[in-house]
């Protein structure tokens, strides 16, 4: 009942640029926390940065400093913005969103995931 739609991703070289965006729609009365998952080949799908409705940020220690999470509640948007990347940040990053539909029932959603590949 409630979808997330990421864009943004591609292939950037080394120490460039990226910012990626997922819009929620559905059924929506209230998000609590959005946020950013990355999985690498062969690696578990891990946490890079989350945000809640307030405003706090949560950042795994390796990309502090460089991506910064923010979001327009009134879009149901979130964004991540990724700067100085590096070859090992190359993954398929996924958003994440929880929060309360319109008939008071409690979601959790992803999305389909976009691809970063950070490459010479």
């Known amino acids: 009942q409630v979808q997330l739609v990421e864009s943004g991703g591609g292939l950037v070289q080394p120490g460039g640029s990226l910012r990626l965006s997922c819009a929620a729609s559905g059924s929506i009365f209230s998000i609590n926390a959005m946020g950013w998952y990355r999985q690498a080949p062969g690696k578990q799908r891990e946490l890079v940065a989350a945000i809640t409705s307030g405003g706090s940020t949560n950042y795994a220690d390796s990309v502090k400093g460089r991506f910064t999470i923010s979001r327009d509640n009134a879009k149901n948007t979130v964004y991540l913005q990724m700067n100085s990347l590096k070859p090992e940040d190359t993954a398929v990053y996924y958003c994440?969103?929880?929060?309360?539909?319109?008939?008071?029932?409690?979601?959790?959603?992803w999305g389909q995931g976009t691809q970063v590949t950070v490459s010479s």
């Open positions: 994440n969103a929880d929060g309360r539909l319109r008939n008071l029932a409690d979601f959790g959603s």
